[in-house]
């Protein structure tokens, strides 16, 4: 894993999004199909809108899966992944996409996993689109995150540190409104894209980078993980690198 830092969100993100721009266009010209993975929250917000003003994509050619979402909370709720990513990025690419595979977890989340699974398996990855959570968490899987389940997606539960940063970003009312539960991406499954692009802004999440990065791989630190993969590019704005030791590469 390599990281880069930047200035300002924006100047990280359109950096992120042109990288992932780049990998994408390879595998369309290789393979006339790419699969993507997209994340949510604030930390993607500059990332996703620089994707969608990207040339050269031929994005009716482009499956997309969705990371994660809450169990129970309606595609109305303002804290929706459906909704974020229906109104900040499908809405706004130039054209439709192949697919787009929203998670939808307000009633049966079991057989919800199942079907993303079944979906994902005929899909691999070649891009995702990802950031790291105030607690280390890559996707919703929360501390200690589980390494070694197959499955695709599964259902997990949200640590208080998790919920906290839901609440603290502004997307609930208040603690308890946040949702306990989640359907979540699985590590390994993650971890099986071709390239990772990893977007990670604000001082907020220095202490998980610098663990992230810098420390052991653990299940302690989830996104601990990423060290193996082989093709995972870091993009960081200043305050979220800043306890970082020299390295990677400075912008």
């Avoid at 993303?116 to 968490?137: C, Q, S, T």
């Avoid at 589980?146 to 609440?167: G, H, I, N, S």
């Avoid at 202490?207 to 601990?224: I, L, M, Q, W, Y």
């Amino acid at each position: 894993m390599n990281y880069q830092r930047f200035d300002t969100k924006e100047e990280m993100g359109v950096a992120a999004a042109a990288a992932g721009a780049v990998k994408m266009r390879a595998s369309l010209r290789e393979m006339g199909e790419v699969n993507i993975i997209v994340a949510t929250g604030a930390s993607q917000f500059e990332m996703l809108e620089a994707l969608t003003q990207e040339v050269g994509i031929e994005w009716d050619k482009v499956t997309v899966f969705h990371l994660d979402e809450y169990v129970g909370l309606s595609i109305e709720h303002p804290a929706s992944f459906r909704k974020y990513l229906k109104e900040r990025f499908e809405d706004r690419l130039p054209g439709p996409v192949r697919a787009f595979h929203y998670i939808d977890a307000e009633d049966a989340p079991e057989a919800e996993c199942r079907r993303m699974g079944e979906l994902i398996a005929e899909a691999p990855i070649d891009v995702a689109f990802v950031g790291i959570g105030e607690n280390g968490h890559l996707a919703f899987n929360d501390p200690p995150a589980d390494f070694d389940t197959v499955k695709p997606y599964l259902v997990v539960d949200l640590d208080e540190a998790c919920r906290q940063q839901q609440f603290g970003e502004g997307w609930f009312p208040s603690l308890e409104a946040v949702p306990e539960k989640a359907i979540s991406m699985s590590v390994r499954q993650i971890m099986k894209s071709g390239s990772i692009i990893c977007t990670v802004p604000d001082e907020r999440k220095s202490e998980a980078v610098r663990n992230a990065v810098e420390g052991e791989v653990t299940a302690k630190v989830p996104a601990s993980i990423l060290q193996e993969h082989e093709d995972c590019h870091l993009y960081l704005d200043g305050p979220a690198a800043i306890l970082l030791n020299e390295g990677g590469v400075s912008q």
